[in-house]
Nanobody, 126 residues
Framework: QVQLVESGGGLVQAGGSLRLSCAAS????????MGWFRQAPGKEREFVAA????????KYADSVTGRFTISRDNAKNTLYLQMNSLKPEDTAVYYC???????????????????WGQGTQVTVSS
């Protein structure tokens, strides 16, 4: 059974940092595109960041560019999201996502992933 399990969320003050992790199990994702999404209360789920299988190609939403960094450790089958200079508008449930096919095109939208984690809450206080 494939599972993506996020961790690292929590409550932080504006300007602070958090590091999210996403541990995959049930299969290897070392050759698959992965990404992060978020969903704030009353809003649709939105793209945050994506990374290709090797980790050399990344893409970010304009709202997080320069503050968030996506990375992966294929040996550990784990995806990360380093979030710095957090703002109250970053408050949301953050979801890890992955595509099923190896070497496929990057994740760009909510319809792209084949697998989703259960989400981890990030709350940024002002």
């Amino acid at each position: 059974q494939v599972q993506l399990v996020e961790s690292g969320g929590g409550l932080v003050q504006a300007g602070g940092s958090l590091r999210l992790s996403c541990a995959a199990s049930g299969r290897t994702f070392s050759t698959c595109p992965m990404g992060w999404f978020r969903q704030a209360p009353g809003k649709e789920r939105e793209f945050v960041a994506a990374i290709n299988w090797s980790g050399y190609n990344t893409k970010y939403a304009d709202s997080v560019t320069g503050r968030f960094t996506i990375s992966r450790d294929n040996a550990k089958n784990t995806l990360y999201l380093q979030m710095n200079s957090l703002k109250p508008e970053d408050t949301a449930v953050y979801y890890c996502a992955a595509k099923r096919l190896a070497y496929s095109v990057p994740i760009l939208g909510v319809d792209d992933p084949d697998y989703w984690g259960q989400g981890t809450q990030v709350t940024v206080s002002s």
